[in-house]
Nanobody, 125 residues
Framework: QVQLVESGGGSVQAGGSLRLSCVAF????????MGWFRQAPGKERGGVAV???????SYADSVKGRFTISQDNYATTLYLQMNSLKPEDTAMYYC???????????????????WGQGTQVTVSS
């Protein structure tokens, strides 16, 4: 089992920055992919950025050039550096981990085995 705990959310003005962290506890060696997803009120949860254990990354088009996903060498802490934040980035942000690399996708939440409780990001104009 793996437990994920997010932190770093908050309220900022448009143009500001935040850094989200996600600490993984438990048998982290079982996961091959970690990612950040977000869900705004009334919308489905969607992928923001994912990173495979080997370091390959993928980003949603809406955040490319503004957000950077990274992890520590032991893949126990995941980060999301968010710059040039926009009001449309407002959402609950979730950390997720998948056991199988084939499920390392922005397009679907189905393949992710573990989820954190989420951290709220609010961007005001």
């Amino acid at each position: 089992q793996v437990q994920l705990v997010e932190s770093g959310g908050g309220s900022v003005q448009a143009g500001g920055s935040l850094r989200l962290s996600c600490v993984a506890f438990g048998y982290t060696g079982s996961t091959t992919c970690m990612g950040w997803f977000r869900q705004a009120p009334g919308k489905e949860r969607g992928g923001v950025a994912v990173i495979e254990r080997g370091g390959d990354t993928s980003y949603a088009d809406s955040v490319k050039g503004r957000f950077t996903i990274s992890q520590d060498n032991y893949a126990t802490t995941l980060y999301l550096q968010m710059n040039s934040l926009k009001p449309e980035d407002t959402a609950m942000y979730y950390c997720a981990a998948a056991r199988r690399a084939s499920y390392c996708s922005l397009g679907s939440t189905a393949g992710y085995n573990y989820w954190g409780q989420g951290t709220q990001v609010t961007v005001s104009s």
